[in-house]
C-alpha cells in the first residue's frame, strides 16, 4: 500500500475526546474515528490490525475444537424472556420494535440464541460435546463510554459455548479453552494474567478474566506475591481477622450523643473499629420485573429495604450482596427511604428489627460482645451477639477484600493492581439450558440437560490493549504477529528519477515476496516521514535514499527501543527482511511452548 493512497491520515496532535495515551495513538495514527459516543469506524491500518487480531482468535479457538458459526445481531425478545434477562440486563439493553411491533433486542451476547441453536439440532449424547463460536458485533447501552475501545456501546467480540454431558467434560471444556486464551494472548504480544471474576448477569458459577495490568485498567486487581492468588477486587476473598473467643456478656444501653458513625462510636467509647456492628441500608430490586403497555420493559422498580450488618472493620461489597440477593438492581437507600422504612441513621441495630430483611456478614458469627444501635437516637447497645440478640434472613461472606487484606491462600498482604478486561470464561452450568428447555437423551434413553460453558474476548478491546502493552513516547510499537504491515518502505528524495525508480524496484519485489509493505512514496520531509513511521510502529523500517544508494543497500531498523541500523545490501534485502519478519512472528509464538 502506499501512502499517498491510503485513507485516513495522521494527526499531530490527538483529538480532545482521547482520554488516554492508547487512546491518543489510534486516533492519531489514523486507525479509527470516533462516530459517536463509543462509536467507531475503523480505518484501514486499522481494520487491518483487527482482522489479525481475529484471525489468531479464530485459529486458538478451532485448534481447542470450536466450529465458527455466524449467529444474527437481531434478536426476538422472547429468547430473552425464556432465559430470564430481558429485565435483569434492564438499560444495557438496546430494545426496539419492528412494524408488526414485535419487541427484538441488539444482542449483548448470544447465550439465549446459542442455546436455541442446540435446542434445534442436538438430540444425542452421541452428539457431545459441541464447542461453537462466533466473531461478531455486539451491543450494550453504556452508560458512560469511553476510554476508547474499551468501553463501547458498539464493539467486536468473540464469543464461544461449550455444551457437555456431565461436569468432568464441562472442565475439559473449560481447560481447553483457558490454554487457547493463553495462546491467544501470547501471540498478539499481550501479557494476560487471569484472575478470579464475578460472573455478572450471565451467571454461573466458576469464572476467570484475562487482565493486561496497567495503571489506565478501570478494574481494580488484588494478587498475593507470595502464592499468585489473583482476583477483581469485586469477587477476591480475604481471611477475616478473628476476635479472641469471650463468653457472652450482659446486653446492656449506653449513652452516645452525637456520636453517628464508626469513627464517632470507636473514638467515643475508646473501642477498635472490630469491637463495633456497623449497619448500612439498602434498596434492592428483587422482583422479576413487569412489562409496559407494548410488551417492553417497564420503567416502573419495585424495591424493598435491605438493612445489611457487617463488623465495623470491614466494608460491604456490594457485588456479592447484589448476587447473594439475586437483586437486579442495588443502590445505598436515601435519607427519606431511611426514615420511611423506620429505621434510625446513625444508631440502628438488627437487634429487636422487624419487617425490614436483614442480611448479615458471616464475620458476625464468630465476633462477639459487639458494640451496635439501639434503633433510639444517641443509644447504642454493649455486648451485641448473633444468635442470642438477634438472627438475619440471610448469613453469607459480604466483606469487601481491601490492598492489604490478607490472602486467603498464603496470609500474604494482598497488593492491588489496575487492569483491563481482555476476556473471560465461565462455568455457566445448566442455568440457560433449564430454562430454555435444551435437552439430549443419554446412554439410558433418559432425557437430560447439557451442562454449559461460557467464553468472551472482545476483540476490539484487545485491539486497543495490543497498543496499551506495546507503546513508547514515539508511538505504537507493533507486535509483528498484528502489525498493519510487516515493512515499512521509507523513500526519501523520491523527486530524483533514479531513487524512485529503485525505490519502486523494491517495493515490487518484497510484495512479490509475500512481504505486507507500506511504502511511504509521499513528497514529504525526512522528518515527517520518521516520525509518522514512528508513530505507525511497524516492525521494520527499510530506508532507502540517495546516501544509502551509493553503497547499494538499503538501511534496515527494528521498531524497537534502543534498536540499531543495519545496512543491507540490495542484493540481499529481500530475503533478509522475510527472515527477520519470520523471527519476529516466530518468537512470540514459541513463547509459549
Known amino acids: 500500500m502506499r501512502m499517498s493512497r491510503l485513507f485516513g491520515r495522521t494527526l499531530r496532535e490527538a483529538p480532545a475526546e482521547a482520554e488516554h495515551e492508547a487512546h491518543k495513538l489510534m486516533l492519531r495514527a489514523g486507525l479509527m474515528q470516533q462516530l459517536a459516543a463509543g462509536i467507531y469506524s475503523y480505518l484501514p491500518l486499522g481494520w487491518r490490525v483487527l482482522r489479525k487480531v481475529e484471525q489468531i482468535i479464530r485459529e486458538e479457538i478451532d485448534r481447542a475444537g470450536g466450529q465458527e458459526v455466524l449467529m444474527p445481531v437481531l434478536h426476538p425478545a422472547e429468547l430473552w424472556q425464556e432465559s430470564g434477562r430481558l429485565e435483569v440486563m434492564g438499560d444495557t439493553l438496546f430494545v426496539l420494535h419492528d412494524r408488526r411491533e414485535r419487541q427484538l433486542v441488539m444482542g449483548p451476547t448470544h447465550e439465549e440464541v446459542v442455546v436455541d441453536l442446540f435446542r434445534r439440532n442436538v438430540q444425542s449424547y452421541r452428539e457431545l460435546p459441541k464447542v461453537i463460536y462466533q466473531i461478531q458485533t455486539k451491543f450494550r447501552d453504556e452508560p458512560r463510554p469511553r476510554m476508547g475501545l474499551v468501553r463501547g456501546r458498539e464493539f467486536g467480540m468473540m464469543d464461544a459455548y461449550s455444551f457437555d454431558a456431565d461436569a468432568d467434560g464441562l472442565d475439559a471444556s473449560y481447560d481447553a479453552m483457558f490454554e487457547a486464551y493463553q495462546r491467544a494472548f501470547q501471540r498478539c504480544g499481550v501479557p494476560a494474567v487471569p484472575v478470579q471474576a464475578d460472573s455478572g448477569a450471565i451467571g454461573g458459577k466458576d469464572s476467570q478474566e484475562f487482565m493486561l495490568l496497567t495503571d489506565v485498567g478501570e478494574d481494580q486487581i488484588l494478587i498475593s506475591p507470595g502464592c499468585g492468588y489473583a482476583a477483581n477486587a469485586e469477587k477476591a476473598d480475604h481471611k477475616k481477622f478473628e476476635l479472641p473467643r469471650e463468653e457472652p456478656l450482659p446486653l446492656e444501653e449506653v449513652s452516645t450523643p452525637g456520636q453517628k458513625t464508626i469513627e464517632d462510636l470507636v473514638s467515643f467509647l475508646g473501642i477498635p473499629h472490630w469491637r463495633t456492628l456497623k449497619a448500612v441500608f ?31 472493620d470491614l466494608a460491604v461489597n456490594e457485588t456479592k450482596l447484589r448476587n447473594a440477593l439475586n437483586a437486579r438492581d442495588l443502590r445505598l437507600m436515601g435519607d427519606d427511604e431511611v426514615e420511611a422504612a423506620g429505621l434510625v441513621a446513625g444508631a440502628a441495630s438488627p437487634v429487636g428489627l422487624t419487617g425490614v430483611r436483614i442480611v448479615a456478614d458471616d464475620s458476625v458469627l464468630s465476633s462477639p460482645n459487639l458494640v451496635g444501635g439501639a434503633n433510639r437516637p444517641d443509644v447504642h447497645l454493649v455486648n451485641v451477639n448473633y444468635g442470642r440478640d438477634w438472627q438475619a434472613d440471610l448469613v453469607t461472606d459480604l466483606s469487601l477484600a481491601r490492598p492489604g487484606d490478607l490472602c486467603p491462600g498464603c496470609g500474604e498482604p494482598l497488593t492491588p493492581q489496575r487492569g483491563i478486561e481482555m476476556g473471560h470464561i465461565f462455568k455457566l452450568g445448566t442455568i440457560y439450558s433449564e430454562r430454555m428447555g435444551a435437552t439430549f437423551l443419554d446412554a439410558g434413553g433418559k432425557t437430560r440437560v447439557p451442562i454449559m460453558g461460557c467464553y468472551g474476548i472482545g476483540t476490539s478491546r484487545l485491539f486497543h490493549c495490543v497498543v496499551e502493552a506495546n507503546h513508547d513516547e514515539r508511538g505504537i510499537v507493533w507486535p509483528a504477529t498484528v502489525a498493519p504491515y510487516d515493512v515499512h518502505l521509507v523513500g526519501l528524495s523520491l523527486d530524483r528519477p533514479a531513487v524512485a525508480a529503485k525505490a519502486e524496484e523494491v517495493y515490487a519485489t518484497l510484495q512479490a515476496a509475500g512481504t505486507e509493505v507500506l511504502f511511504d512514496d509521499r513528497l514529504e520531509s525526512a522528518g515527517v516521514k520518521f516520525n509518522d513511521a514512528d508513530l505507525l510502529g511497524i516492525p521494520l523500517r527499510v530506508t532507502l535514499s540517495p546516501r544509502s544508494l551509493e553503497r547499494d543497500s538499503v538501511e534496515v531498523r527494528r521498531r524497537v527501543a534502543g534498536s540499531d541500523t543495519e545496512l543491507v545490501l540490495l542484493t540481499t534485502a529481500v530475503e533478509r527482511l522475510s527472515l527477520m519478519v519470520r523471527e519476529a512472528r516466530a518468537g512470540l509464538s514459541a513463547a509459549m511452548e
Open 282 to 312: 439498602y434498596a434492592a430490586d428483587l422482583s422479576a420485573g413487569g412489562k409496559d403497555a407494548r410488551g417492553g420493559r417497564s420503567s416502573v422498580r419495585q424495591t424493598e429495604p435491605v438493612f445489611v450488618a457487617i463488623r465495623g
